[in-house]
Structure formats: C-alpha cells, structure tokens
C-alpha cells in the first residue's frame, strides 16, 4: 500500500512538471529566444565586423651567408647535388615560438561573448528533456541540443590549431584567412542554433501537450522500475 502511494506520489509530481512545462515554461522561453533572434549581436550585417586581429607579425628575413664560398668548383658542384638531394627529403621548416607578444594570443571576444550567452540556453533545454523522460521523443530533441555544445567544443579546438599554425608559418597568409572563415561560421552556426532552439521549444510543447495522458499513466515497464 506504502508502494502504491509513493507511485501515486511520482504521477502527480511529473503531471505537474509536465503542465509547468505546458503552460509556464515553454512558451516563457519561447517568447525569450525569438527576443534574442532579434538582437543586434544576433543581426550584424557585415560579417568583417566580427573579425578580430591576430597579433602575430610576421618575423624580418633572415639572410643567410652562402656557406660555400671559397670552396673550389668540384667541391662546390658536390655540396650543391647533396644540398638539392637533402632538399627533396625534407620538409620546410616553420619559425620556431619561443614566446607569444601579449603573453597570450586571445580568443575572439565577440564571439566568446555569443556563446557565453548560447550555452546556458543548449544547457536549459537538455536539463527539461530530462526532467519528462516518459516521453520518448524528448531524447532525440536532448540529443540535438547536446551536438550543439560538441560543436561549440570543435570551434575552440580547430580555432586553436590554425593561430597554432599561424604562430608557427606567420608568413602564410591562407592560415590567416582560415581564421576569419571558422570565425565567420561559427557567428552564422550561432544565430542557427538559436533559431533550432527556439523552433525545439515549440515541438516539445506540442509534443508534451499531446503526451499528457501518458505522463500521468508511465507505461507499466516505468512503473516496474520503482518497485
């Protein structure tokens, strides 16, 4: 009888979340993230406003003395076949980093800033997936929010292999380029997270609103599993 209780118990706590969720929450958060589509940080137009320089020069020419000099004509013709031969087996090297001006090379702000504000939404939308998990459609919806923040995760680390590069070969200007194309999706990647966020909220109050039922009554297997 106890058990029966506390079963009886879970039902009313999870119908109430669910109801919250319906009536309170969603359409709350909703109303939030269609206000922050709308956003200046969200609408720049020109995307080279959200450039960021990297503060790495590129070093001054070494000139290098010809070491040969002096050396007689078959001396000379054998160091330069074993030069070239050396050469086809070797691989430019790049300038080695002792230390970095600033001290430190810095992240993009701009959009450090974004996603500082993106991620606790990613974050509230798995935790209230989480909270109805009678409903089973819920975990596709939890597992798209969390590819969200693996995403999030590939930006700072490709990010940070190219201004690697970059520090390494300053004066290969492709790897400076590439910089500022991954900065230019990752704003667009962004705006389109927000915008599945906010289009996820209504799905999920849909799909709760017609799952009520089954949120009062878990399916026997759900109920097994208190005991």
């Known amino acids: 009888y106890y058990l029966w209780i506390q079963v009886d118990a879970f ?9 919250d969720l319906v009536a309170n929450f969603f359409p709350k958060k909703l109303l939030e993230l269609d206000h922050f589509l709308k956003d200046p940080i969200l609408n720049i137009q020109e995307l080279k406003d959200i450039h960021c320089e990297i503060n790495l020069k590129v070093p001054d020419p070494i000139l290098l003395t010809n070491s040969h000099d002096g050396l007689d004509a078959p001396n000379a013709k054998r160091r330069k076949m074993e030069s070239e031969a050396e050469d086809d087996s070797c691989q430019v090297a790049g300038t080695k980093v002792f230390v970095i001006p600033g001290g ?6 701009k959009l450090v800033d974004l996603i500082e504000k993106v991620k606790p939404e990613i974050r509230t939308l798995i935790e209230k997936c989480n909270t109805e998990e009678t409903v089973a459609e819920l975990r596709t919806v939890e597992g798209e929010a969390a590819s969200y923040l693996d995403q999030i995760s590939r930006y700072y680390i490709t990010r940070a292999k190219l201004v690697s590069k970059i520090a390494k070969y300053p004066h290969v200007e492709d790897y400076r380029r590439t910089v500022t194309e ?3 999706k990752e704003y667009i990647s962004l ?12 799905t999920l109050h849909d799909m709760i609103l017609k799952n009520i039922e089954k949120i009062k009554r878990p399916r026997s297997s759900n109920t097994d599993a208190l005991y």
Do not use: P
Not at 11 to 19: H, K, V, W
Not at 191 to 202: D, F, G, M, T
């Open 104 to 109: 430190m090379m810095k992240s993009n702000n």
């Open 11 to 19: 039902r009313e706590r999870i119908t109430g979340e669910a109801e």
């Open 191 to 202: 705006k389109i997270i927000v915008s599945e966020l906010r289009n996820q909220y209504v």
């Open 182 to 184: 991954i900065d230019e």
